[in-house]
């Protein structure tokens, strides 16, 4: 995330202005490793993703391309720190992944897919599901941001010992429309889409970054439910500058694309 954006859309990969979250309080993050067990090549954390059955975890197209041609995705549940052996946690490796056949590889939108791991998760307090939204459904006030990305603001990663949490603002759709295109050189096309969401605050406290992708962005609905509204998608940079909100996979705009692949292969 920049002020100019000839550096325009970089990979959320950090939260910045986030604290360590409370371990146990997000049960459906999942962090999504890659890794090559044939060559002996440890996994290591790429992205975010959130539990949505003992299956299927929901995550960002982007993420596949990060990954290397060689290798594997593993998903990781019940973790809170990385790199240690947890008690609570649970991996799986990915069966099969499912990227939205209209997401181009770019910064853009349809930036979400969906990974079916090779048996389910056994769910517990520490590995549990978040539910989708309603179709279609336009989500307003604050949201929690987790994830486990670079939590400085400088080039140079940061990489947190803990999962880290942020409240943040979801903000107006034509409001994240002007931020960005105030960022944008002439002529330049300003990437985001009506299936965008966008949070702020636009002072920079806050911010998704370049690592967090994939992740998820929550609230509660009227039963107190935890939703999944948003997958990180991209940004400006520097990450936390003024104007420059985090963009996100508006996930009600998904919610029948989800349902039919989650049906047609389970």
């Known amino acids: 995330m920049a002020s100019s954006i000839s550096m325009l859309a970089q990979r959320p990969t950090r939260i910045v202005g986030?604290?360590?979250?409370?371990?146990?309080?997000?049960?459906?993050?999942?962090?999504?490793?890659?890794?090559?067990?044939?060559?002996?090549i440890p996994s290591r954390h790429i992205c975010g993703g959130s539990l949505l059955s003992a299956g299927w975890i929901l995550t960002a197209g982007h993420c596949d391309t990060l990954a290397p041609p060689i290798g594997e995705f593993q998903i990781f549940a019940g973790k809170y720190k990385l790199g240690t052996l947890e008690a609570t946690e649970q991996s799986r490796f990915v069966d099969k992944v499912f990227v939205h056949p209209r997401y181009d590889g770019s910064i853009g939108p349809y930036d979400i897919a969906l990974m079916q791991v090779e048996r389910p998760f056994q769910?517990?307090?520490f590995v549990s599901t978040v539910s989708l939204p309603y179709p279609n459904s336009v989500p307003t006030g604050?949201?929690?941001?987790?994830?486990?990305?670079?939590?400085?603001?400088?080039?140079?990663?940061?990489?947190?010992?803990?999962?880290?949490?942020?409240?943040?603002?979801?903000?107006?759709?034509?409001?994240?429309?002007?931020?960005?295109?105030?960022?944008?050189?002439?002529?330049?096309?300003?990437?985001?889409?009506?299936?965008?969401?966008?949070?702020?605050p636009l002072d920079g406290s806050l911010s998704a970054c370049k690592g967090d992708s994939g992740g998820p962005l929550v609230t509660r609905n009227a039963f107190g439910d935890a939703e999944v509204v948003g997958i990180v998608s991209w940004g400006l940079f520097p990450c936390g500058a003024k104007n420059a909100p985090s963009v996100y996979t508006k996930v009600s705009a998904f919610v029948t694309w989800i349902t039919v692949i989650m049906l047609n292969y389970s």
Not at 156 to 185: N, R, V, W
């Open 18 to 40: 986030g604290k360590d979250a409370e371990k146990g309080l997000h049960p459906w993050q999942v962090s999504v490793h890659w890794g090559d067990r044939e060559r002996m």
């Open 123 to 125: 769910l517990n307090p």
């Open 142 to 200: 604050e949201a929690m941001l987790t994830g486990w990305g670079s939590i400085g603001r400088t080039l140079a990663h940061e990489t947190p010992e803990y999962l880290q949490a942020a409240i943040l603002p979801i903000i107006d759709y034509d409001l994240c429309e002007k931020a960005i295109a105030k960022s944008l050189k002439p002529k330049q096309r300003n990437p985001l889409h009506s299936t965008n969401i966008c949070t702020g």
